[in-house]
C-alpha cells in the first residue's frame, strides 16, 4: 500500500484574532521578552487591541514583565480568560504553574500546551496577538511556526556575530515553513553613558541593520541598552507604558507602527 502524501498540517485561525505575529531570537539573553512586551505595548499605543500569549514555557518572563500573576479564569465551557494588564490581555504557561516548578517537558507535550493557550483562551476581539516565542530552532519551536496561523514573524538579535548567526537560524526557521519574516531588531544596539554622556557600542553596532541587508528582510530598527529599559522591565512597568515621553519609548513605538 502506497504511503500517504506527507501534507502541510492545516492552521485554522483563531476565531476574533485577526493577526498573529511572533517575536523570536535564535539564542536567550538576547532581550527578546523586553522587546515583546515593549513592542505589544507600543502597538496598543499605536490604538489596536492587543494580546500577548508567552510561548517562552521554559521560562516565561511576561508575567513579570507586565506585573501580572493569578490564575485564569475558567469561563464559557472549558475556555480560559486571560489575564490583563495595560490594557493587554495577556496568557502565560507561568500562570498555570508554579514558578519554581521546572518544566520538564518534550517537544509533543509543549506543542499541546501552547496549543491550548492559544485555542482554549477566550482572546475576545483582538487586531494583533504577539507570541512570545521559545528560542532557539529547535522541534518545538518549528512545530509551533507550522501550528499557529502566523501573520509574521519578527527576529530580535544583539548587533554580536554570534546572535545574529543564531538569528539567521531563526529567520531560516520561519522562511522553511513559509512564514513571512518582517524585519530584525536590533536590541542593545548602543550604550548611551548617562555619566560621560557618550555612546559606546558594547556588542559592536550594525551588525543586524547589514544582515536585514543581505538576507533581504526589512531592518525595523535599533534599540540602545539603557539601565532605564532594564529597571522598568524588572520593575513590570515597561517603558512604553511609565515613560511614554521618553525617546526609547519613541522607538519602540516606531517599530510597532512598521509590523
Ligand atoms: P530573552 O527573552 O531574549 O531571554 P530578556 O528580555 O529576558 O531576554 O532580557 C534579558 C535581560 O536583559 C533582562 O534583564 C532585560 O531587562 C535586559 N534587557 C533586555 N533588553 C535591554 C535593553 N535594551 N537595555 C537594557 N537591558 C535590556
Known amino acids: 500500500q502506497p504511503a500517504p502524501e506527507e501534507k502541510a498540517p492545516a492552521k485554522p485561525g483563531v476565531p476574533g484574532i485577526r493577526h498573529i505575529i511572533a517575536v523570536a531570537s535564535g539564542k536567550g539573553g538576547v532581550g527578546k521578552s523586553t522587546t515583546t512586551a515593549n513592542l505589544a505595548l507600543a502597538i496598543a499605543a499605536n490604538g489596536r487591541k492587543v ?30 480568560k486571560p489575564l490583563e494588564s495595560y490594557g493587554v490581555k495577556v496568557m502565560s504557561m507561568g500562570f498555570l504553574v508554579e514558578e519554581e516548578t521546572p518544566m ?5 507535550m509543549v506543542i499541546s500546551a501552547l496549543t491550548q493557550m492559544l485555542r482554549e483562551v477566550a482572546w475576545g476581539e483582538l487586531d494583533v496577538l504577539v507570541v512570545d516565542m521559545p528560542p532557539g530552532t529547535g522541534d518545538a519551536q518549528l512545530t509551533m ?28 526557521m520561519f522562511r522553511r515553513v513559509d512564514v513571512p519574516v518582517l524585519g530584525i531588531i536590533e536590541n542593545m544596539s548602543y550604550f548611551l553613558c548617562p555619566d560621560c554622556g557618550g555612546r559606546h ?41 511609565s515613560d511614554p515621553d521618553s525617546e526609547v519609548a519613541a522607538v519602540y513605538r516606531n517599530i510597532g507602527a512598521k509590523v
Open 145 to 172: 511556526a507550522q501550528q499557529v496561523p502566523l501573520a509574521g514573524a519578527v527576529i530580535v538579535s544583539t548587533p554580536q556575530d554570534l546572535a545574529l548567526i543564531d538569528a539567521r537560524k531563526g529567520l531560516n
Open 51 to 80: 494580546g500577548v500569549l508567552d510561548a517562552d514555557i521554559y521560562g516565561p518572563s511576561i508575567p513579570r514583565l507586565f506585573k501580572v500573576s493569578g490564575r485564569p479564569e475558567q469561563v464559557s465551557g472549558r475556555l480560559m
Open 201 to 241: 557600542d558594547i556588542f559592536g553596532h550594525g551588525g543586524a541593520r547589514a544582515e536585514a541587508e543581505r538576507l533581504g528582510v526589512p531592518f525595523l530598527g535599533e534599540i540602545p541598552l539603557t539601565m532605564k529599559i532594564r529597571e522598568t522591565s524588572d520593575a513590570g512597568t515597561p517603558v512604553v507604558v
Open 104 to 108: 520538564i517537558w518534550r517537544g509533543p
